[in-house]
Each structure stands twice: as structure tokens, then as C-alpha cells.
């Protein structure tokens, strides 16, 4: 199963509920993953250009895009930046046999 890491940063409506507010986030992002097929793999929060990091295992990107646009349309979250981690060694088996001629003058 494919594995996200996905960063974002709380508005100040997200802010003030974290602050204000008493909910367990790393419980409600473990359901929030259960409901879709997804297996929350750990969540934190963060210090710098980030305030949040959640590592999920899902089946597809579109999962993923899912939980962020109903996170986003909460008016709670922004500037949510997902990557997708590869097996570098089927990274290398697919390089070692890829043909490719470089652009020249």
C-alpha cells in the first residue's frame, strides 16, 4: 500500500480551535482515515514553514485528495502539500533499463 506524507499548516480559524479547544487531533485524523479505507500512520505537529505532518498508508492519491479537500473546505487548514514515498530500488531497476538521449546544441 502506498504511503503519503502529507505537511499543511492550520488558519487561524485551526489555530484558535487547537488552542481553545480540547479535541484529541490524532484521534479524529485516525477516524477521519478509518472512514475512507485509509491507516492513519502517525500525525504531528510541527515546528517552521509547517504546523502538521500525517503519515498515511492508502490505497491511492485520491484518498488522500479526499481528506484534504474536506479538511480545506473546513476553513481550518491550508497550504496542504502531499508527497508520495517510492521504493528507490524499483526507482533504480526502472533507471538502469530507461533509454534516453539528453537535449543537445
Known amino acids: 500500500m502506498p504511503r503519503f506524507i502529507t505537511l ?25 482515515h478509518s472512514s ?7 500525525y504531528y505537529i510541527t515546528r517552521g514553514q509547517y504546523d502538521f505532518c500525517i503519515i498515511t ?8 485528495a479526499a481528506m484534504g479537500l474536506k479538511a480545506k ?8 502539500v502531499t508527497l508520495e514515498s ?6 533504480r531497476s526502472v533507471a538502469k533499463n530507461l533509454q534516453f538521449t539528453p537535449p543537445s546544441a
Not at 499548516?9 to 484521534?27: E, F
Not at 517510492?86 to 526507482?91: G, Q
Open 36 to 42: 475512507v479505507g485509509a491507516t492513519l500512520v502517525d
Open 73 to 80: 473546505g473546513s476553513g481550518t487548514t491550508a497550504n496542504l
Open 86 to 91: 517510492v521504493d528507490i530500488e524499483a526507482v
Open 8 to 32: 499543511g499548516t492550520y488558519t487561524n480559524q485551526g489555530a484558535a480551535g487547537l488552542v481553545d479547544g480540547d479535541s484529541d487531533r490524532k484521534a479524529a485524523m485516525d477516524v477521519a
Open 57 to 64: 498508508d492508502a490505497d491511492s492519491y485520491d484518498v488522500l
